[in-house]
């Protein structure tokens, strides 16, 4: 299938820093991708919808100005937990839609490996 | 919203059984995948099948889109298939995916 890269797979960070996640399609374009949110033994939360060259679709009770994103070209989406804290730990994962009939279908989705953030 | 239930919600296998996990969507669909996700976080796209039946390998999914429900067969299983196998539907075309609480599968060698 279409291959998405997340990075970092992991973060420890101190309580008020800001850490950011980045999320690449490597063999395809994605004019769009998704972030979610999962905590243990949980499912996944849709965050918010990037699409390239405008703004993020923030789902409801996600603050904007706490999860800033950005989707700056066709293969590359930033998520940026701004002055973190304690209640951020989670395991973020990046999702990229498409990749064309290539992959067996546009609407397919295909995930990044995810991002497990600690703040202390 | 639309709601995904799926069932059971854990399941132990021993390996080499044949196992069938359900998934029950309150409204019409236009989107629906299967995901497994495995110990370390990553999830896998195993089908995307809003209606019909596929079938790769030992793993096949049916969606009877006019009853609402969807079936993921396991044949054979092995302890590589343990993890937590998600339903995720849309009733969009937007691929804003809404998921199940997923089945956690256990298989035992």
């Known amino acids: 299938g279409a291959v998405v890269s997340q990075h970092p797979s992991r973060v420890i960070c101190k309580s008020g820093t800001s850490v950011k996640i980045e999320c690449r399609s490597l063999?395809?374009?994605?004019?769009?991708m998704f972030w979610y949110r999962q905590f243990p033994k949980q499912s996944l939360m849709l965050m918010a919808t990037?699409?390239?060259?405008?703004?993020?679709?923030?789902e409801q009770g996600v603050e904007k100005d706490k999860f800033l994103i950005n989707h700056a070209s066709l293969t590359l989406s930033t998520l940026t937990v701004t002055s973190a804290h304690p209640e951020d730990s989670s395991f973020y994962i990046c999702?990229?839609?498409?990749?064309?009939?290539?992959?067996?279908?546009?609407?397919?989705?295909?995930f990044g490996s995810g991002t497990q953030l600690s703040v202390l | 919203g639309i709601q995904v239930e799926q069932s059971p919600p854990d399941l132990i296998l021993q390996e080499g059984a044949n196992s069938t996990l359900r998934c029950n969507f309150s409204d019409s669909v236009n989107n629906l995948q299967w995901f497994h996700q495995n110990p370390w976080g990553q999830l896998i796209n195993l089908f995307y099948?809003?209606?019909g039946t596929k079938q790769n390998g030992r793993l096949s999914a049916t969606t009877v889109a006019t009853e609402r429900y969807s079936l993921l067969y396991i044949s054979s299983s092995q302890t590589t298939d343990s993890g937590v196998y998600f339903c995720a539907v849309d009733v969009a075309a937007g691929n804003k995916l809404t998921f199940g609480g997923g089945t956690r599968v256990l298989v035992k060698p």
């Open positions: 990037s699409n390239e060259g405008s703004k993020a679709t923030y």
């Open positions: 999702s990229a839609r498409g990749g064309g009939e290539e992959f067996g279908a546009n609407e397919k989705l295909f």
């Open positions: 099948i809003p209606s």
């Open positions: 063999d395809f374009q994605a004019t769009t």
